[in-house]
């Protein structure tokens, strides 16, 4: 079956831009979540989308939000850009909730310049 | 606040040697641990998957453990061999602090040469 499709895998912004990522999670996931990483502050969680629904939200500024559509699909919107947005972006996608595994996606590199 | 910790930060062995890798978390009440492979510049790989009823799981060369009350998971690497160079993290998924919510150690960074 297919992965956890993240789109795209580069990007180059500018500051004060805003950007848009993508996330196909596997056939029949419901959950969507999704992570920052960086050299300085390793793997940080964002957010978690089920069924459409924000479940819960790590501890990063309003200019960071998502949006979960009805066929679990999810984009995440980071508004003015700021040089320290520069990181990987990480999707996961589980079955549900709590004893369910994680397959994560490769990944977008964000760079802002 | 749960924190996972991972010892040691890198490792540099040669070739067929058995390894260790070190996890511990400060809080007890977990769903599950997952062990998961990087890549330089890439997505994370799941490896192994330890459910909080269980004390170990078996994929291959690879043997992870679980001792919750202790707050440690070991990854146990076989026969090492030069594609297993790659930083491995541990995470956990906690009962508290809301839903589908893993927290993920610093890694290892492995780097096994012929």
């Known amino acids: 079956k297919a992965g956890v499709t993240q789109t795209p895998r580069y990007l180059i912004k500018t500051r004060g831009q805003q950007v848009t990522l993508s996330c196909s999670p596997i056939s029949g996931h419901r959950s969507v979540s999704w992570y920052q990483q960086t050299p300085g502050q390793g793997l940080q969680f964002l957010f978690e989308y089920f069924s459409e629904t924000q479940r819960n939200k790590g501890n990063f500024p309003g200019r960071f939000s998502g949006r979960q559509f009805s066929n679990s699909r999810s984009e995440m919107n980071v508004s003015t850009l700021e040089l320290g947005d520069s990181a990987l972006y990480l999707c996961?996608?589980?079955?549900?909730?709590?004893?369910?595994?994680?397959?994560f996606g490769s990944g977008t590199r964000l760079t802002v310049v | 606040k749960q924190e996972v910790t991972q010892i040691p930060a890198a490792l540099s062995v040669p070739e067929g040697e058995n390894l260790v890798l070190n996890c511990s978390f400060t809080?007890?009440?977990?769903?599950?641990l997952q062990w998961f492979r990087q890549d330089p510049g890439k997505g994370l790989t799941s490896l192994l998957l330890?459910?909080?009823?269980?004390r170990e799981q078996t994929s291959g060369r690879l043997n992870a453990s679980l001792d919750k009350s202790s707050g440690r998971s070991t990854l146990y690497i076989a026969a090492s061999q030069p594609g297993d160079s790659a930083t491995y993290l541990c995470a956990v998924s906690p009962h508290s602090g809301g839903y589908n919510k893993l927290i993920f150690g610093a890694g290892t960074r492995l780097a096994v040469h012929p």
């Open positions: 809080d007890s009440a977990i769903y599950n």
């Open positions: 996961a996608s589980s079955l549900a909730e709590g004893g369910y595994g994680y397959t």
């Open positions: 330890i459910q909080s009823s269980q």
